[in-house]
């Protein structure tokens, strides 16, 4: 069985064949994860890059003029997409300080030791829980901010959130 060109796979799904669209990610999502690992430096982050970056490119399968460079039009839309990310990460990065969060009893413009050591605690956990944990408990965002914010959807803010709550 002789494999069918992106041009032919492309034509297929514009004329109605979705599931043509799978051979598509299948031929392509190794390639759209390296690139946005390498970009955002984190494969969780990537996988969020990956689900918008095909529901993209299905959506707007219609602007691609020629057919057969399908590889390098979906590469764009990755790497466009974790640069969004990643520029809204560095902002939150930006905004998350864990040096200027008041606590309750602060003194002499330090953190009492219960709030230390929970900041501590915060600052061992993996990036994404950390930027949901101190966003929303600490700076008091909502889990839609959160997401708009970091890139996420609200339903992994949240159970990032939820993770944290036991």
């Not at 999502?29 to 970056?53: G, S, Y």
């Not at 990065?93 to 864990?98: A, I, K, N, P, R």
């Amino acid at each position: 069985m002789s494999q069918q060109s992106d041009h032919e796979l492309v034509r297929a799904v514009a004329a109605g064949d979705k599931a043509t669209f799978a051979e598509l990610v299948r031929r392509y999502e190794p390639v759209a994860r390296a690139a946005a690992v390498a970009i955002l430096r984190d494969t969780h982050l990537a996988q969020d890059v990956l689900q918008e970056t095909f529901l993209r490119a299905y959506m707007n399968l219609g602007q691609l003029t020629d057919r057969s460079r399908f590889g390098p039009w979906v590469l764009k839309i990755a790497r466009r997409q974790a640069l969004h990310i990643r520029g809204r990460r560095q902002h939150v990065d930006s905004v998350l300080d864990l040096n200027d969060i008041p606590a309750e009893e602060e003194r002499n413009g330090r953190l009492d030791e219960d709030s230390r050591d929970l900041l501590d605690a915060v600052q061992r956990l993996p990036d994404r829980e950390q930027v949901a944990i101190v966003l929303h408990y600490f700076k008091a965002q909502k889990a839609e901010t959160i997401a708009r914010m970091t890139g996420c959807t609200t339903s992994t803010v949240t159970k990032n959130l939820s993770t944290y709550l036991r």
